[in-house]
């Protein structure tokens, strides 16, 4: 391979000038086709502008005026204000522990912390609520919310770590800064753009959360919007709070790209290849150090598995009831499969035009699904069901609506893993295949696609695992006949019977198992380990 690497390089010099830039011009259909979907991850944001225009401004403030709104954006703002820094503080001790101290064991405390991921935030919430039945409002929803969503902190952060240039701390001892205020004064600033990004992640996935906040009786505007569209039906009601909702994620994007900064966080040269140096832990401080990710651990993990545990020996072999088991997996591993299948194919016109063409237009194409994919599931379900009963009825409540759905949430998943494939794939060996007579949709796919299948597959993996565990959507969306793990989960839960759910929940844990190790190697990879 290296030997063959001169030789095209210099074929390709020799090609004419046209066919060497032929990435500069994308074709057409790949640019229709890019622009089809994003079209389509537009939808939410115009259903909710749609219907605001379309409610009349009179009844908008009458609506969103209401008590109940104030009081569900207090819960909403308490419960981001609390679980957002607890999540950052916790996260970062843990990636220090691991990553910048000696502490024993630390690769096994590296992999439990990011293990929780592979219980659905609705699962904790089942254990708690199995072990304190009493256990509800604020305080429940920001200890659930932390040991369900602190990985989302600790992950990036911990690959920032790995990254960092040991110099820094070097020059900052030189200067006579004591370890612990170094760690604040250089340490925590180069993490910065690590621990905004996982903080937005975070919030986020509080706004979007159901299920969760379902279980402990905690009102969030997710579940409101659920209760009001089950007990009306798409009335106004649900469509303004769905409204709120979306201007309060807009909100924390534009807070976020606001307050990321600008400061540089690169250094210019090779620097020095050595290994980072880690800080002894020894006597009390290396127990009390051990304490933290033991608590930790023991929370996020041991209770969850405990609870499953229990419900699986009380309930006997009787839970397993394998005829309606076995369909709602088979269904599940259905949906997922064709949804990762096709989210997968409509991101490849977008990533293809991000790394070959990157213009403004592909910039912004690609911007419409990252802003969409931030929306919660619930705002995606709406906007689906106004826009099916009114444009095309036929498709109202079938597969086509779901799959939709899980397209548009998604659809960012798979973007980012293809996008790093392709620009892994070198673009003079399409622009030969295209040289040779291959048509720019056969070089495509023969070429660039082949060698971007690993980035391909990842994402994939990604979108298949999100399906497996996506609740809300599924629940307003799907046919009548529809029996997910998820929904069959949330179905005997509802009923309060425990036991009989906890199957449910094992299986999409062990499911989930495969994205938690993705996750932790990809953060491994983003640090060049």
Known sequence: MNAAAPGIAEFTRALPLRAVRHGRKPPAWLVAAAVLVSAASLLPLAFVVGV???TGWPTVVALVLR?????LLVNTLLLAVLTVPLCALLGIA??????????PGRRAWALLATAPLAVPAFVHSYAWVSLIPSINGLFAGVLISVLAYFPFLYLPTAAALRRLNPGLEDVAAS????????FFRVVLPQLRLAVWGGALLVGLHLLAEYGLYA?????TFTTAIFDQFQSSFNGPAANMLAGVLVLLCLGLLTLEAGTRGRARYA???AGNARMLRRQHLSGRTAIVCLLLPTLVTVLALGVPLVTLARWLVAGGAGVWRLNEIAPALGQTLALAGVGAILTTCAAIPIAWLSIRSPRRLQRALEACNYVTSSLPGIVVALALVTITIRAVPAIYQTLVTVLLAYLLMFLPRALISLRAGIAQAPEELENVARSLGRSPAQALWSVTLRLAAPGMAAGAALVFLAITNELTATLLLAPSGTYTLATGFWSLTSEF???????????????????TWLLYQQSKRMAGR
């Not at 008590?67 to 009081?71: A, F, S």
């Not at 843990?94 to 502490?103: G, K, N, Q, R, V």
């Not at 200067?175 to 170094?182: S, V």
């Not at 279980?215 to 009102?219: C, G, K, N, T």
């Open 52 to 54: 605001t225009l379309q």
């Open 67 to 71: 008590p109940r709104v104030g009081e």
């Open 94 to 103: 843990l990636a220090w522990l691991t990553e910048c101290s000696d502490l």
């Open 175 to 182: 200067l006579g800064i004591k370890p612990w205020q170094a």
């Open 215 to 219: 279980l402990i009786r905690f009102d």
């Open 267 to 269: 250094h210019v040269g």
């Open 497 to 515: 019977d425990f036991a009989a759910a906890a199957p449910y929940a094992l299986i999409m844990v062990l499911l989930s198992l495969p994205l």
